[in-house]
């Protein structure tokens, strides 16, 4: 078969690594499963929130509040949980229902943000687990060089394979955690901000 080569040479790769390649197929396998949750749960946001906006746009236009509560109830995503906390307070000051406003989407945030601090500390601290890798692969050399009696390239090979290899993959796992990080990071405050937008829009539809 054509690809068994590959997988092969993939396998080999892993095994050659030594002990620190466990550890960091455990973070590249917790960066893609976070990172593909995130990214279901901001499109399922985005998706639900665009169509409840134009729903509660025309129900608070026609001022029926218990409508558009019902509505609120109904969906999970940012701006139903904003909207109806807002809305609950309608009767309140104009300075508390704002404090309120921030406090829903503070909370909202912190939602969104779920998980992430597993890809920020995945990117922090891969390229150590790899830096440790590399150190015991220079021990192993040196111990194989101990016991040859020599330092021929035949006898370091294994050593210094191991030790370029958990380098190479610990910043791989790094560099994908810390974009998938900042990427993720980015769509939430695009999310965020939409949802504020969207809020004090409907908001003020209760003032008219």
């Known amino acids: 078969m054509p690809d068994a080569g590959p997988q092969m040479s993939l396998l080999a790769y892993f095994k050659q690594g030594g002990?620190?390649?466990y550890p960091l197929l455990l973070c590249s396998v917790l960066t893609v499963a976070v990172g593909l949750e995130r990214v279901w749960v901001l499109l399922r946001a985005a998706r639900t929130d665009t169509v409840l906006a134009r729903r509660l746009h025309g129900l608070l236009s026609s001022k029926r509040v218990e409508d558009a509560t019902q509505q609120c109830s109904e969906n999970d995503s940012p701006?139903?949980?904003?909207?109806?906390?807002?809305v609950a307070a309608t009767n309140a000051s104009p300075t508390r229902r704002e404090k309120t406003l921030q406090r829903a989407l503070t909370r909202e945030t912190g939602r969104l943000e779920c998980n992430m601090p597993v890809l920020a500390t995945i990117g922090s601290v891969s390229p150590f687990i790899g830096l440790f890798g590399t150190v015991l692969g220079i021990m192993r050399a040196f111990h194989d060089i101990g016991e040859a009696g020599s330092a021929g390239g035949a006898v370091v090979a294994a050593g210094i394979a191991e030790a370029l290899i958990t380098t190479a993959a610990g910043l791989f796992v790094a560099v994908a955690a810390v974009v998938a990080y900042n990427h993720l990071m980015t769509w939430v405050q695009t999310t965020i901000t939409q949802t504020e937008l969207n809020a004090e829009e409907l908001v003020a539809l209760l003032d008219e």
């Open 79 to 86: 701006l139903a949980h904003v909207v109806q906390e807002v």
């Open 19 to 21: 002990i620190a390649m």
